[in-house]
């Protein structure tokens, strides 16, 4: 079975910085697609960044100079480094795996996010 578990979230100041980590079981992600998404209050999910089994990273345009994606190989587990955060990025951030042999996605529980002073 595939577990995805996020940690991390908080309450932040605006301005501030959060680290959100996602560890696995099940999945290797060095060999697969692992994404974070957020959902806002009313809102669609919506893709926030990517990281491929090459490494190749993207990010939303949204976020893109402020949030990175990162991954650590030996824990099997990808990261989420938030920074200058904003009241309008408050929302529940999910990780997200994609096996690549099948597109089988697997989604971890979330982690509440508020940016708020």
């Not at 993207?58 to 099997?76: E, H, L, P, Q, Y």
Request: aromatic share 8%; with cysteine; proline share 3%.
């Amino acid at each position: 079975q595939v577990h995805l578990v996020e940690s991390g979230g908080g309450l932040v100041q605006p301005g501030g910085s959060l680290r959100l980590s996602c560890a696995a079981s099940g999945i290797i992600f060095s060999i697969n697609t692992v994404n974070w998404y957020r959902q806002a209050p009313g809102k669609q999910r919506e893709l926030v960044a990517t990281i491929t089994s090459d490494g190749s990273t993207n990010a939303a345009d949204s976020v893109k100079g402020r949030f990175t994606i990162s991954r650590d190989n030996a824990k099997n587990t990808v990261y989420l480094q938030m920074n200058t955060l904003r009241p309008e990025d408050t929302a529940v951030y999910y990780c997200n795996a994609r096996r690549n042999y099948d597109d089988v996605d697997f989604w971890g529980q979330g982690t509440q996010v508020t940016v708020s002073s």
